[in-house]
Each structure stands twice: as C-alpha cells, then as structure tokens.
C-alpha cells in the first residue's frame, strides 16, 4: 500500500500513526483476469488499484458497451488508481458503471460510508477527501470537455496521449466505444493514422 500512502501524501501530511488508521479501513482483495470488480447495485466500496489493470464501462439501454477508461498500476506507472462509483454512492442509486479486471488485479477496498465516517472526524481528514474528490472531478470533467469538442480522429489522438495502455489492454471494439464510433469506423480510422 505503499503507493495508496504515496497518493495522500501528495494531498495532505500525515505521520506513521495516522497511516496505520488510513490503512485499516483498506482491505486487499485480488481478481482474476476476465472477473468483474463490481456489477450493479448501489455502489458501496471505493478500490484502489494496487497492480494490475481494469477496464469501466456502462451498458446502453439496448446492451452496447461504452469503455469510460483504463486503471492501471504497474510499476511506477499509474493511470486512474481508483475505482467506483461515486455518484451511486452519493445517491443512492443503481450503479450504471461496470468495472473487469483485464489482468489480474490486486485492489484494496474500502467501505466508502466508513470512509465517509473518518473524513468527518478531522479537518485535515475533510481536507483529503476534498482534494480527492477535486482530482477526480477535474480528470473527468477534462476528458469530457476535450473529447466533447473533438472529431473521432481527435479523440483517437486523445486517447492515444493519454498513454499506449489503452491500444495495449482495450480491443478495437472497446476503443471505439470509448472515443464513440462504430467498430467499422475505427477500423477505417486506424488505418488513417
């Protein structure tokens, strides 16, 4: 969990002993490559990708599969470690996100109403959970913004800077439901590039 420690160190000071209380709220869990992390329901936990990578993605009305993102942990790399959905959360309702594991995955999970719980019991507490959820906010709200403005050929770029794990990890047919054509039209889009 070296890296979670990392992660909020970067947003707040915190001693060892502070650590050890973060920490007990975290419990490991691992996945295996092809099982879903979480399905439906009111979403519950908040995971943090300690090694692997998993793949979010919402289901249309008629089943289509739309691919929001990659997390990914390896090494020094890391690419949106948490995972969850925070709206469902917050209110109350059916989670419309899915999330698999592409690659085995060693996750810790936390309760998010305890989590909730401890960020009420110090303002420095409150302080971390506002820079988290600044952070997420502004990741999300960018890619949106960027790629709302983009042609599909933008989008492919976008994706492509983002990081080479996304054509790595993603199928075609994934990838062109995260930057929104048809399989047949990225196909055509990827030999333009």
């Known amino acids: 969990m070296k890296f ?26 691992t996945y295996k490559k092809g099982v879903e992390i979480y399905s439906g329901g009111v979403c519950t936990k908040l995971y943090y990708l300690s090694e692997g ?7 249309t009305t008629d089943g289509k599969e739309i ?5 990914y942990r390896k090494k020094d790399e890391t690419i949106d470690p948490f995972i969850g959905d925070y709206i469902s959360y917050l209110d109350g309702s059916e989670s419309a996100i899915f999330c698999e594991a592409l690659q085995d995955c060693v996750l810790y999970e936390a309760d998010f109403f305890k ?25 999300i709200a960018k890619r949106i913004r960027e790629t709302m403005r983009y042609t599909a ?11 080479p794990i996304y054509e790595e990890f993603l199928t075609d047919y994934q990838l062109a439901s995260m930057i929104g054509v048809t399989a047949q039209s990225f196909s055509r889009l990827k030999n333009q590039v």
């Open 153 to 163: 050929k933008e989008k492919y770029a976008f994706v492509q800077s983002l990081s």
């Open 4 to 29: 979670l420690r990392a992660y909020i160190e970067d947003k707040i000071e915190i001693n060892d002993t502070e650590w050890k209380t973060i920490a007990s709220y975290f419990r490991k869990t």
């Open 115 to 139: 989590l909730e719980l401890f960020y009420e019991s110090d303002i420095k507490y409150m302080k971390l959970a506002r820079k988290i959820s600044d952070t997420l906010l502004v990741t």
């Open 53 to 59: 990578v998993a793949r979010s993605y919402m289901l």
């Open 67 to 71: 691919t929001l993102g990659v997390h």
